[in-house]
C-alpha cells in the first residue's frame, strides 16, 4: 500500500478545506470498499480526510420527506423507524446488502461513491478499462455471469454493487453537495454514468466535491413497497438481479403512479422508467405488467454467461409489482 496522508474532519467546511488541499485526496467514509481497493493497489491517493464523524443526522423534512446525513451509518438507516414506514423498500435493500459487520461500519455517502466489485476490475493481471483507460475489458469475451445486460459498453460491462442506491434511484433521491464552487444538489439518477468509452469517469460529482446527505421525497404511496434481490447464494451477495418497486393503485384498480429500478444489470442503478410509462393509466394486470418489463427489457445486450438475466428480470418485475397489486387489493 502506497504511503498516504491523514487528516480527520470536524465538519463540512474544514472537509471541504482538506479535501482539495492536495491532489488525489480521497474521502473516508465506513472504508468498507476504499480501503480495500488500497489494499489491492487499485486505489492510491495521496491523502484520506476522514469524515466520519460529520454529517450523521437524519431529519424529517416539513413537507414529509427525510434528509439522510451521509454519514450516518447503514445500519441506522435501515433500523429507523420512520424509513421502516414511509420507505421500507430502502430499508429491505440495505439489509439485503450486505453482513451485519459491514452495514455497521458502510455510511450512505460511501455506499452511493462504491466502486464495482467487477473480478477484472480485482485481477491486476486482467484488461480493464477502469484501471487503466484503453487497454480493453476481459470481462467482455470471458465469465460473463454478474455483469450488466443494460447501458454498457464495448469498454465495460461492469456492474454497480449498490442495493441501497436501488431503492433510491426507485424513490427519485436527491444527493446534497458541497465542493470549492459551494453547495449544490444533484439527482442520485444522474450522480452515476454510464461507461462509454471512459468507463473509469464512474460519477457526476466535480473534483473534490463531498456528498453530505441524501432527501428523500415525500411520497405516500411509497410506503407500500418492497426491495427483491435474487442471488446465487442467501447470505451475503450481489445482485445477479434485484427489484425496488411501489406501486399506487386506485379505487378503479388503474395504476395511478409507479416506481421501478433494478438493480445487478447496469453499470448504475438502473431506473425503469420505460417500464413504469408502460403502466401508468392501465390496469395492474399480470399481463400488463409482463408488457412493461418486456419494454423496459427490450435493449438488453447479453454476453457469454448473462443471457439469462433479461427473463431473470423480467420475472422479479412481474413478481414483484404482483406482490405489491394482491396487498393494495386487501
Keep these: 500500500m502506497k504511503e498516504f496522508s491523514y487528516a480527520r474532519a470536524d465538519d463540512t467546511p474544514s472537509a471541504v478545506q482538506l479535501g482539495n488541499a492536495h491532489?488525489?485526496?480521497?474521502?473516508l467514509g465506513g472504508g468498507t470498499n476504499l480501503v480495500d481497493l488500497m489494499r489491492?493497489?487499485?486505489?492510491?491517493?495521496?491523502?484520506?480526510?476522514?469524515?466520519?464523524?460529520?454529517?450523521?443526522?437524519i431529519e424529517m423534512l416539513p413537507e414529509g420527506g427525510m434528509l439522510i446525513g451521509a454519514g450516518v451509518k447503514n445500519t441506522t438507516v435501515a433500523a429507523h423507524r420512520e424509513v421502516r414506514m414511509r420507505y421500507p423498500m430502502l430499508a429491505r435493500a440495505i439489509l439485503a446488502g450486505a453482513s451485519g459487520q459491514i452495514r455497521n461500519m458502510a455510511?450512505?455517502?460511501?455506499?452511493?461513491?462504491?466502486?464495482?466489485?467487477?473480478?477484472?476490475?480485482?485481477?491486476?493481471?486482467?484488461?480493464?478499462n477502469k484501471r487503466a483507460p484503453g487497454i480493453g475489458c476481459d470481462a467482455v469475451e470471458g465469465f460473463s455471469r454478474y455483469h450488466a445486460i443494460l447501458g454498457a459498453s464495448p469498454s465495460c460491462i461492469a456492474t454497480h454493487p449498490s442495493d441501497?442506491?436501488?431503492?433510491?434511484?426507485?424513490?427519485?433521491a436527491v444527493v446534497h453537495l458541497e465542493g470549492p464552487a459551494g453547495a449544490r444538489t444533484m439527482a442520485l439518477n444522474e450522480v452515476h454514468r454510464l461507461p462509454g468509452e471512459r468507463p473509469d469517469l464512474e460519477t457526476e460529482l466535480a473534483p473534490g466535491e463531498?456528498?453530505?446527505?441524501?432527501?428523500?421525497?415525500?411520497?405516500?404511496?411509497?410506503a407500500r413497497s418492497n426491495y427483491r434481490k435474487v442471488r446465487d447464494r442467501s447470505s451475503y451477495a450481489f445482485a445477479l438481479v434485484s427489484v425496488a418497486s411501489a406501486l399506487d393503485i386506485g379505487p378503479d384498480g388503474i395504476v395511478r403512479d409507479v416506481r421501478l429500478a433494478l438493480g445487478g444489470?447496469?453499470?448504475?442503478?438502473?431506473r425503469a422508467a420505460a417500464a413504469e410509462r408502460a403502466l401508468i393509466g392501465k390496469p395492474a394486470s399480470e399481463?400488463?405488467?409482463?408488457?412493461?418489463?418486456?419494454?423496459?427489457?427490450?435493449?438488453?445486450?447479453?454476453?457469454?454467461?448473462?443471457?439469462?438475466?433479461?427473463?431473470?428480470?423480467?420475472?422479479?418485475?412481474?413478481?414483484?409489482?404482483?406482490?405489491?397489486?394482491?396487498?393494495?387489493?386487501?
Design 23 to 27: 491532489p488525489g485526496t480521497k474521502y
Design 40 to 57: 489491492e493497489t487499485i486505489e492510491a491517493p495521496e491523502a484520506l480526510v476522514d469524515v466520519t464523524g460529520i454529517s450523521q443526522d
Design 107 to 128: 455510511t450512505v455517502g460511501g455506499n452511493i461513491m462504491q466502486r464495482t466489485r467487477c473480478l477484472y476490475f480485482y485481477d491486476g493481471a486482467a484488461r480493464c
Design 164 to 172: 441501497m442506491c436501488v431503492a433510491l434511484a426507485a424513490l427519485e
Design 210 to 222: 463531498l456528498i453530505t446527505a441524501v432527501e428523500l421525497p415525500s411520497l405516500p404511496f411509497v
Design 265 to 270: 444489470v447496469a453499470h448504475k442503478p438502473w
Design 287 to 330: 399481463e400488463n405488467v409482463r408488457a412493461a418489463a418486456e419494454i423496459e427489457l427490450a435493449p438488453a445486450q447479453t454476453y457469454r454467461d448473462n443471457g439469462f438475466k433479461v427473463e431473470l428480470a423480467k420475472r422479479v418485475i412481474v413478481a414483484s409489482l404482483d406482490d405489491l397489486a394482491r396487498r393494495a387489493a386487501l
